[in-house]
């Protein structure tokens, strides 16, 4: 079978195509012949050696990605030949709380990811996907997907007549709109786009800031609530927001800390302002199995159909992530087989 690998050095254009044998599923395994795979922040953190610079290689990255059932290992019940499924991103983290000792069960690093033809993977850290979807849209639920419904839903508690600010256009923050729309709240969200935010808001965004243009966009959220503040904020800016969404936020608030596009160090955290507002500040780690098949299920009842910006083959993989890594994107990109 074909895959990509990082064989040693980091880099986008280190990325190389490789061939491996089809794995053969053990007992308690399936084999997924894969059909499409999304692109996430991590990747590019993996690919260029950020998270892990003594990575052990050759690794195949990426950690999202939607399969057929190709064959069963002795002992599985959970699938039949046949079904579509995706890994869950934390292989090991089944239900209840992650544990340390979790993290070393991640897609895409340390384990070997989904940007290969086939891929063998415990039954357990697999779920099947909402049968409306396409394959491209099924792919962007792992991590995107799961990230957003933890932060919004299983943490957050978001309600009707909640007002939630999402930052940015991604995967991330298009989930998070779609789940508190979901809810029945109401959302603002932020761009340096004027386009993306006039698409935002056809996806059901109430207001749009851009934050180029304002870059006190704090105060905007402040006047459009009446001076009360957000009540859930999901921040992925990092180093560059955090401090701005501390002060959007209503007394007894939630900000998720989903992401650092802007850097993970924080210099000068408010405190002061924090304390006042009584902020509760939960890191959000993708999530369960469990929250992704609460997840599927709404997603089943209600229509929700994941947003696609573009979509590459196989062959293009390497074209794919620098168009991911020039952050031009609205949603998820993904690669098909």
């Known amino acids: 079978m074909k895959v990509y690998e990082i064989q040693g050095a980091f880099g986008i ?24 795979v ?34 069963l290992g002795e002992g599985t019940t959970r699938f039949k030949i046949g079904d579509r499924v995706s890994g869950i991103f934390t292989q090991s983290w089944i ?32 779920v099947r996907v909402p049968e409306h979807l396409t394959d491209e849209e099924a792919a962007a639920l792992p991590c995107a997907g799961v990230t957003a419904w933890h932060a919004v839903v299983e943490e957050g508690r978001v309600k009707a007549g909640d007002t939630v600010v999402v930052q940015g256009t991604g995967g991330v923050s298009l989930f998070a709109l779609q789940f508190a729309k979901l809810h029945g709240s109401a959302v603002i969200i932020t761009s340096s786009s004027d386009e993306k935010l006039k698409r935002a808001k056809e996806l059901g965004a109430d207001f749009g800031i851009n934050y180029k243009q304002t870059p006190d966009w704090d105060q905007v959220v402040l006047e459009w609530t009446g001076g009360r503040g957000a009540d859930h904020i999901v921040d ?102």
């Not at 996430?40 to 990255?61: C, H, Q, T």
């Open 13 to 36: 254009d280190q990325l190389k195509e490789a061939e491996r044998p089809i794995p053969v599923p053990g007992p308690g395994e399936v084999s997924i012949k894969l059909r499409a």
């Open 38 to 71: 999304s692109l996430n922040s991590r990747e590019l953190g993996v690919i260029d050696g950020f998270y892990n610079p003594d990575l052990k290689a050759p690794l195949i990255p990426v950690s999202d990605g939607v399969g057929e059932v190709a064959a």
């Open 95 to 126: 239900s209840g709380e992650a544990t340390r000792e979790n993290w070393v069960s991640t897609l895409g690093s340390p384990l070997d990811g989904m940007l290969a033809e086939y891929a063998v993977l415990p039954e357990k850290g697999l």
């Open 236 to 337: 992925l800016g990092g180093s560059a927001t955090l401090n701005k969404s501390i002060a959007a936020l209503r007394v007894g608030g939630q900000i998720s800390l989903v992401g650092g596009l802007s850097g993970y160090q924080v210099d000068g955290f408010a405190i002061i302002p924090a304390i006042l507002r009584r902020a509760r500040l939960q890191a959000i780690n993708v999530g369960s199995r469990d929250m992704f098949e609460a997840m599927n299920q709404a997603i089943r009842q209600n229509g929700l159909r994941p947003v696609v910006d573009r979509v590459f083959p196989f062959d293009r993989t390497i074209e794919a992530l620098h168009y991911f890594a020039e952050g031009s994107y609205f949603g998820k990109i993904c690669i098909t087989f």
